[in-house]
């Protein structure tokens, strides 16, 4: 199907959803929906309200889907890395889980886990730059930027500089974040793989929950090596995808 029909065809299916929810009584608990809908409702655009809500609705659905899901495609191609990562994590998810559903509780208790999806996202953050413009004349560091200057913020050059990092800095080591992020690196603002600021990833902590849950799904169930046909290529595509995909021998537990 072609970028441009399916583009239509996302418009219209939001609409169709935007109709039918505007004809819904307001619910006290709104959803994300409902919360853009009001606000184009309310404000004065200066655009017609149902390209806001389309524009809106594709912006969460494009921030959202692929970042989280080259973020669990490279967590996986990791674990099949260095197996005794993965044997690590799976021993903790069976001994906190212990056959049951996981919980909020159990997720954030789940310290390997969450080490080795940060160490994951420095390694391979799925965005590339975090661009800023300066609204004013500015002085950073020794560097005049002029007012309305675009300053892009290189992820991969952040998160893997040896200063910051030290020497190991491009090697898969999960331990670095066994006390949290802030004493991962020397600067803790060096680790942004969900950007920093007011405009902070809105999904940080669901993309979190996903990935947790997605992971502990997986390794309760799996045990998985990277096959031979893999072929290491980080591409960039919008996010950092694989570009020749994860080939991997996965069996059952
Ligand atoms: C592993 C998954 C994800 C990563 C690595 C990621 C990364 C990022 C980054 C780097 C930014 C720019 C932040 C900045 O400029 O400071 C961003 C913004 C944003 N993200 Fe995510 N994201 C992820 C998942 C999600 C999910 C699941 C959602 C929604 C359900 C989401 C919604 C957004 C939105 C709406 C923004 C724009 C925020 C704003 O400009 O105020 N993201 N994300």
Redesign the pocket.
Same mark, same amino acid.
């Given at each position: 199907m072609g970028m441009w029909r399916l583009e239509k065809e996302i418009q219209a299916l939001i609409l169709k959803v935007v109709k039918e929810r505007k004809q819904t009584k307001s619910h006290p608990d709104k959803d994300l929906l409902q919360i853009i809908i009001e606000s184009a409702e309310r404000s004065d655009l200066g655009q017609d309200t149902n390209s806001f809500v389309v524009d809106n609705c594709k912006?969460?659905y494009f921030? /959202?889907y692929e970042?989280?899901a080259v973020?669990a495609a490279w967590t996986l191609m990791l674990l099949a890395l260095y197996p005794e990562w993965q044997h690590k994590v799976r021993a903790e998810i069976l001994q906190t889980c212990r056959g049951r559903v996981p919980d909020a509780d159990m997720l954030r208790n789940m310290k390997t886990l969450t080490m080795v999806i940060n160490e994951s996202?420095r390694l391979y953050?799925?965005?590339v730059f975090?661009p800023r413009e300066a609204l004013g004349d500015m002085k950073f560091g020794g560097i005049n930027i002029p007012k309305g200057v675009s300053v892009w913020i290189a992820l991969v050059t952040l998160h893997q500089d040896p200063d910051l990092w030290g020497p190991d800095a491009d090697k898969f080591i999960p331990e670095r974040f066994a006390n949290g992020i802030s004493s991962a690196c020397k600067v803790p603002y060096a680790y942004m793989?969900? /950007?920093? /600021?007011p405009?902070?990833?809105? /999904?940080q902590h669901?993309?979190m929950m996903e990935l947790k849950i997605f992971l502990t799904h997986m390794l309760s169930n799996f045990t998985f090596i990277l096959s031979p046909k893999y072929r290491h290529s980080p591409f960039m595509n919008l996010v950092v995808e694989p570009e020749f995909g994860i080939d991997l021998f996965v069996t059952r537990l």
């Open positions: 912006n969460i921030a /959202g970042t989280t973020s996202l953050s799925p965005a975090v793989p969900f /950007g920093a /600021g405009h902070t990833c809105l /999904g669901f993309a």
